[in-house]
């Protein structure tokens, strides 16, 4: 457990928790370390969720799959990223996305109940607990805000230039690179890949941007595209 504290510490829900307490207030939540394959589902829809993801190795997609087997990405949650949290709090009796390991991964479970509910040892840790659980749901509402932002865009082009100029705002920086690859940002933006690979295709003739793999470069209109990367 130890070897998995530096990555607790990073985790939104253990936010101001002094790295001497960290171990005991894990030791009282008593949690379940489980390792995962690519692909393997962490929660499945249809599951009924009382526990909390952290993921210490890895990343895990939260999707969204239809009738079809058409996949949409939710969101993605990377190193010390937290999950599952709002349903775990809602006690949603069947989840309506699935969790899977992008990537084999590593995932600590806590039970939801253990984090909100004061223990019968009388626990000082769990008044941060719940005031960092509420801020770490605020946050997501936040997040997924921003993606309702992006795919409510009218056209392709439009929810690519939309998502990458939220990107380059967050990474203060006009290039960056994306979580994503190709088949995955479309998923998230809820678009054909095809479309979505003539529309960037277009936008890199248009020199409002250059591209390879996840690393995006934006142009502004009185840039020059002297390097495509």
């Not at 939104?12 to 307490?21: A, T, V, Y």
């Not at 009796?93 to 991964?105: F, H, I, N, Q």
């Not at 993606?147 to 392709?156: M, P």
């Amino acid at each position: 457990m130890k070897e998995f504290l530096s990555v607790l510490q990073s985790c939104p829900l253990f936010s101001g928790i002094k790295s001497d307490d960290l171990g005991t207030m894990v030791n009282c939540l008593s949690p379940q370390k489980r390792k995962y394959a690519k692909d393997e589902y962490v929660f499945s829809a249809e599951d009924m969720v009382r526990s909390v993801g952290v993921v210490l190795s890895g990343s895990v997609h939260i999707i969204r799959e239809d009738y079809w087997g058409n996949r949409t990405i939710i969101a993605r949650a990377e190193c010390g990223d937290i999950f599952a949290e709002a349903f775990a709090c809602a006690e949603t009796k069947k989840l309506p996305v699935s969790v899977v390991a992008d990537e084999e991964s590593e995932i600590m479970l806590f039970d939801y109940n253990r984090i909100v509910r004061s223990c019968g040892n009388a626990c000082v840790f769990h008044a941060s607990l719940i005031q960092n659980m509420l801020n770490v749901v605020a946050v997501k509402n936040v997040m997924l805000t921003e993606k309702i932002q992006h795919i409510t865009q009218k056209t392709t082009q439009e929810k690519l230039l939309s998502y990458f100029s939220e990107q380059a705002r967050k990474q203060g920086s006009n290039e960056f690179d994306i979580p994503f690859d190709r088949q995955e940002l479309a998923d998230y933006l809820s678009v054909e890949r095809s479309a979505m690979a003539y529309e960037l295709s277009q936008l890199r003739k248009k020199e409002l941007l250059a591209c390879h793999k996840k690393h995006i470069k934006l142009f502004r209109e009185t840039d020059t595209l002297h390097h495509p990367i």
